[in-house]
């Protein structure tokens, strides 16, 4: 095949840039897609303990192909490979060879000891500015705090589960008796933390103010907390910065929500079809708001569990009264009120459009403001607590609220 023009090439490969089977193919099918496709099969790598020696093998033949990777994910092996990152010989060299690598995911992965020097000065040489960690464990909340020191140039922080062994408060309080400080506290400008098994991990990120600094936090997300969490919420809230707050699941009264939205210009709300209190407590403080409120952007992610009564998600008198609160003119800066309901699988979908049909047929004032619209999922979740809910409705990406 006679060589294609370089912008004709550009534009196919950002049209096939999520389909690698298809980049794969057109990289073996013409030399003019072979190094282009390149930047976009090896953009994402997931490496294991049985796939680490052979992608080491594959650079060792194509040093360019690092380069191209931006996104890497470490995860566990089987029970005996389970802390195989902390002693891998090879994983050093890859990382410090990832020039452009910018978000790293590990998951369940145990760092029961500090890892290697090799690796140590790996991740420390590395730009990355997304971090995200799932389920890992360490010996104990020094040795988490030792670890992120190691990301100076990190942004945007993902946690999910618990991060010591030893997860008491004993252990946590013992984190103030540290006799070192990171050379450069990292500057968070995004936080996500779910809270699903994750105990004291908000806590301990308020603690280590030896290794973070949250005073310019913009973004701030957490789901699945419980009282014993809130007080270590309400001190990260304070971050002068902040501009967007997420709120997943969590205890709640119907008197009562969990933060003060007058400093935000957007608001993102999780609850499902049983979380009977979450609903009217949101609304009661829409109806109290005292001034002008900065809110520009308010999402409501709403799960829908087939095992459950549809409860008041179907009648419409609590969106009638949400309806009514938000069209008060202390919201008169509101630019997109949106619904997004998610279901899980098995759920029949007529219970899905009774909720969906109580919302439009409710909030008659904010659609006629032409600022509201109420969006279904195109396929079920496992559950309400399945990742892919955040990932298909968030994504990556926080609403403009600007």
Request: proline share 4%; glycine share 4%.
């Amino acid at each position: 095949m006679a060589d294609l023009p370089q912008e004709l090439v550009d534009l196919i490969m950002d049209e096939l840039q999520d389909d690698q089977s298809t980049l794969i193919a057109c990289s073996l099918a013409s030399r003019s897609f072979y190094h282009p496709s390149r930047r976009y099969i090896f953009r994402q790598i997931s490496l294991g303990p049985n796939s680490v020696d052979a992608f080491n093998t594959i650079i060792a033949a194509s040093p360019d192909i690092p380069s191209h990777v931006h996104e890497l994910s470490i995860k566990r092996g089987m029970r005996m490979h389970k802390d195989w990152a902390v002693y891998s010989d090879v994983l050093p060299d890859i990382i410090t060879k990832c020039t452009n690598l910018r978000r790293l995911h590990l998951s369940k992965i145990l760092w029961r000891k500090a890892p290697v020097p090799t690796l140590r000065s790996a991740l420390e040489n590395t730009n990355v500015t997304f971090l995200d960690i799932k389920s890992c464990r360490f010996t104990n909340y020094n040795d988490a705090a030792l670890f992120f020191s190691h990301f100076p140039q990190l942004k945007r922080l993902s946690i999910s589960g618990s991060l010591a062994e030893d997860d008491s408060l004993d252990c946590l309080r013992r984190l103030r008796l540290r006799q070192w400080s990171a050379p450069t506290k990292i500057v968070l400008d995004e936080l996500d933390v779910d809270l699903m098994e994750g105990i004291n991990v908000v806590s301990f990120l308020v603690m280590s103010d030896h290794v973070f600094a949250l005073r310019r936090l913009r973004v701030f997300q957490w789901d699945s907390c419980d009282d014993s969490d809130m007080l270590g919420i309400r001190v990260i809230l304070r971050a002068a910065a902040l501009k967007h707050v997420g709120v997943g699941r969590c205890c709640c009264d119907r008197h009562r929500a969990p933060i003060d939205i007058q400093r935000l210009q957007s608001l993102t709300i999780s609850f499902t079809n049983y979380s009977e209190g979450i609903l009217p407590a949101w609304i009661t403080v829409f109806q109290n708001t005292p001034a002008a409120c900065p809110l520009k952007v308010l999402t409501f992610l709403i799960v829908i569990n087939w095992e459950c009564e549809l409860s008041t998600l179907s009648h419409k008198e609590p969106w009638i009264a949400l309806d009514a609160a938000l069209t008060r003119k202390e919201f008169s800066g509101l630019r997109r009120v949106v619904f997004k309901i998610s279901f899980v699988r098995n759920t029949p979908f007529m219970i899905v459009g009774a909720a969906k049909g109580a919302i439009e047929a409710s909030c008659t004032r904010l659609a006629s403001a032409g600022i509201m619209s109420v969006e279904v999922s195109n396929e079920p979740i496992r559950d309400e607590y399945d990742g892919r809910l955040r990932r298909y409705w968030l994504h990556e990406e926080v609403p403009d609220y600007y």
